[in-house]
């Protein structure tokens, strides 16, 4: 699993490439959390992510919780159709912004 991490304007990109699972989440949480300072706008793009087990969406709801202590926002771009499914019935869906692309998740942002 790789993240990598950019910034465009004022929106910090986080890009994940790899399974999302018991193994990997820990670590790319290690990478997140120091990200989510007050006010911050994330575009978190998991368009290279395969997999994500409920690690995996731990992590994502840990990462939530944190941005929404310090006023912050995160959208989710490239959410493959099986994460989607998976969230939707576990209603974690219910907190997130989900793109389709990273151009439309930085509209979302901004907006």
């Known amino acids: 699993m790789d993240v990598n991490i950019r910034s465009i304007d004022d929106i910090t990109v986080v890009a994940i490439e790899g399974a999302l699972d018991a193994a990997t989440a820990p670590i790319a949480q290690q990478q997140l959390l120091p ?13 290279g992510v395969p997999y994500m087990s409920s690690a995996g969406l731990r992590m994502l709801l840990s990462t939530y919780r944190q ?7 995160i959208v989710l771009v490239g959410v493959a159709e099986e994460i ?5 019935v576990t209603g974690f869906i219910n907190f997130f912004t989900l793109r389709a692309t990273p151009e439309e998740g930085i509209a979302a942002l901004k907006g």
């Open 35 to 47: 990200l989510a300072t007050a006010g911050c706008r994330i575009l978190l793009d998991l368009t």
């Open 67 to 73: 941005l929404s202590g310090k006023d912050g926002r």
């Open 84 to 88: 989607q499914d998976t969230m939707s």
